[in-house]
């Protein structure tokens, strides 16, 4: 909907466009797996990683399903809980992404 550009509505419904394409692109998914294989590989159940980030286990599983999108700072503190960083993650990232 563009109703007034000048107000912002055009780039708005061009953001809000671009957000719900990336859902369902692959790299999202790539992502998805990489946070429930990282969370697995630490021995974690969801609920063990969102005591440590002192959030509900649900808030862990609406990440991993992709229902609840994730910001770079929420990324960290998830990697840090399991034991990773953010650089190592992004590495592994690029490279599936890169295949």
């Known amino acids: 909907m563009c109703l007034n ?9 061009y953001i809000f466009d671009l957000v719900k394409k990336t859902l369902h692109k692959r790299e999202h ?4 797996e990489q946070l ?4 697995m590989g630490a021995g974690l159940r969801q609920a063990d990683l969102a005591e440590k980030l002192g959030v509900p286990q ?7 399903s992709g229902e609840r999108r994730t910001d770079l700072i929420e990324l960290r503190e998830i990697c840090i ?11 592994e990232f690029e490279k599936a992404v890169n295949k």
């Open 5 to 13: 550009p000048k107000m912002g509505y055009a780039i708005l419904e």
């Open 29 to 32: 998914k790539i992502l998805l």
């Open 36 to 39: 429930y294989r990282l969370r």
């Open 58 to 64: 649900s808030f862990i599983s609406k990440i991993e």
């Open 81 to 91: 809980a399991l034991g990773s960083n953010l650089i190592e993650f992004i590495n």
